[in-house]
T-cell receptor, first 113, second 114 residues
């Protein structure tokens, strides 16, 4: 089966610009996660969807970050405006449901200059 | 709040030897799942092993096994017959039935030396 697809793989932007990341989960997976992974650290959960509803977004900086999951399938994560500290790898993952194995995409490496 | 602690930032092991990575967690939930994920350099995260809290038997997957101590809230990963391809970051992760958030530890960087 196809894995979790993410695009773009790499993105370089200037601070105060906006950027969007796209994720296509594995077909049929109800749960979708967005994580921020700063170099050398563990993934930090930004937002978790169950179908098209938000399960948790307590660590999402809502003044600049937004996310949506269209029709319970694809998802986009947007940053506007970007700050230098947003430089990180943004990982998307999906699973059948809570407790099931999460499958990860290859991530989007964002560099803010 | 659910937390996961990995106290070993880096470890190294000789090829063919055994190594154990530590993980502790904190939760008030009774129903939860624990995972070890592997992230090789510049490659995507993959699942190594999964444990359901209600199962007393420790999970095993080929050379990988866990020591799950529920009362102590400890979940260590043992890698037997270490191979060069085991070199990676290893993350302990946890999800509780109540919160349904998948939370990761900070990771342990494992290097297998020839």
């Amino acid at each position: 089966e196809a894995g979790v697809a993410q695009s773009p793989r790499y993105k370089i932007i200037e601070k105060r610009q906006s950027v969007a990341f796209w994720c296509n989960p594995i077909s049929g997976h109800a749960t979708l996660y967005w994580y921020q992974q700063i170099l050398g650290q563990g993934p930090k959960l930004l937002i978790q969807f169950q179908n098209n509803g938000v399960v948790d977004d307590s660590q999402l900086p809502k003044d600049r970050f937004s996310a949506e999951r269209l029709k319970g399938v694809d998802s986009t994560l947007k940053i506007q405006p970007a700050k230098l500290e947003d430089s990180a790898v943004y990982l998307c993952a999906s699973s059948w449901g809570p407790g099931a194995e999460a499958f990860f995409g290859q991530g989007t490496r964002l560099t803010v200059v | 709040a659910q937390t996961v602690t990995q106290s070993q930032p880096e470890m190294s092991v000789q090829e063919a030897e055994t190594v154990t990575l530590s993980c502790t967690y904190d939760t008030s939930e009774n129903n939860y799942y624990l995972f070890w994920y592997k992230q090789p350099p510049s490659r995507q995260m993959i699942l190594v092993i999964r444990q359901e809290a209600y199962k007393q038997q420790n999970a095993t997957e080929n050379r990988f096994s866990v020591n799950f101590q529920k009362a102590a809230k400890s979940f260590s990963l043992k890698i037997s017959d270490s191979q060069l391809g085991d070199t990676a970051m290893y993350f302990c992760a946890f999800i509780a039935g109540g919160s349904e958030k998948l939370v990761f530890g900070k990771g342990t960087k494992l290097t297998v030396n020839p």
